[in-house]
């Protein structure tokens, strides 16, 4: 009889990163999958709850792990004031903000949608702008917790899987040398189930690499978008 395998994993990989897979293979752009990778990640019954009630212990991306983009730290100097509220109940600043956080839109397009409001406004100008900031604030920190949340995931994810492989070598090393041939067919399985458990694990690494790229882009583009929102004043 072949070893159980942990957590009901077949040899099949997992859909989700199956999609993810050919996802990539159909758009090689590094930063156009964000949604439906949030949502992969979603889905992943079973991981998301553990993923979840475990802090990142190992955050493996270069930038630092932090909840929340902090109003100063993005803007480049102390706010004179609090940010004013309600940018959703301005239909313009709502649109702009919309378009410019959109990840879909590369940082130019919002760069433009920013410059183009700026050019229509008044006296009001700079409270305007200001709820643009205040937008794109509250949309980036809705992104990157979409990101975070993912890689917490698919670190777990590998955690778990790692824990797997260990359990199959320490299986591999009780067998005896000579055993027969029963012996011989629960060292196939364990060895087999070892290959896909490790190949599993390699693979959910590898996605919690691309996410920590993506979080990167995100402090990049929003300190762009902040940088049109500060020309325009």
Known sequence: MNPKRPFGLDRQRPA??????????????????????????????????LARAEAIRDWPCAVPLAPRFEADAVWGAALAEPLPAGWRDDAEVREVV?????????PSRGEREIAAFAERLGADRQERLLRVFAGLLDEFD??????????RDFVVRAKILDGAVAEHDSALAAL?????????EKRRGYIDARFWDARH????????????????YLDEKLGRLTA??????
């Open 16 to 49: 989700g990163l199956i999609d993810v897979e050919q996802g990539r293979l159909k758009n090689m752009r590094l930063f156009g999958r964000t949604w439906r990778l949030a949502l992969t990640v979603a889905c992943m019954v079973g991981y998301g709850a």
């Open 142 to 151: 809705t992104l990157r917790g979409f990101v975070i949340e993912g890689v």
């Open 98 to 106: 919309e378009v410019a956080a959109n990840p879909e839109n590369p």
């Open 176 to 184: 005896p040398a000579d055993g027969g041939a029963e012996v011989e």
């Open 228 to 233: 049109a929102v500060r020309s325009a004043f």
């Open 201 to 216: 694990r390699d693979d959910a690494m590898e996605e919690a690499e691309f996410l920590c790229h993506r979080y990167a």
